[in-house]
């Protein structure tokens, strides 16, 4: 399985968000709220977890995602999923 830095999560992250959510890139950072400063939704949360199984080709689940609020939540997410 590869190994991705934080870096490379979050910018992957980013032209997820970007792309698919049609996000404002200069709006994301890894303290961005995704509820409150990207104005996502639970559908949107529901989206992005799809995506990111996509990406990390593992299964994320539900309780683990319902901890996350931030961008830097979901890299560090995807970097524990990853291990």
């Known amino acids: ?3 991705y830095t934080k870096e ?3 910018h992957e992250l980013t032209e997820i968000l970007v792309n698919d959510f049609e996000i ?3 709006l994301i950072n890894p ?3 995704l509820f ?3 104005e996502f939704d639970s559908i949107d949360a ?3 977890a ?3 199984q996509d990406f990390t080709q593992q299964k994320i689940s539900p309780d683990n995602f319902k901890q996350i609020r931030t961008v830097n939540d979901v890299v560090e997410a995807v970097q ?3 291990k």
């Open 31 to 33: 303290d961005a709220n």
């Open 46 to 48: 529901v989206d992005l």
């Open 36 to 38: 409150e400063d990207l």
């Open 8 to 10: 490379q999560i979050m």
């Open 24 to 26: 404002k890139r200069e």
């Open 50 to 52: 799809v995506k990111l």
């Open 80 to 82: 524990e999923l990853l």
């Open 1 to 3: 399985m590869a190994q």
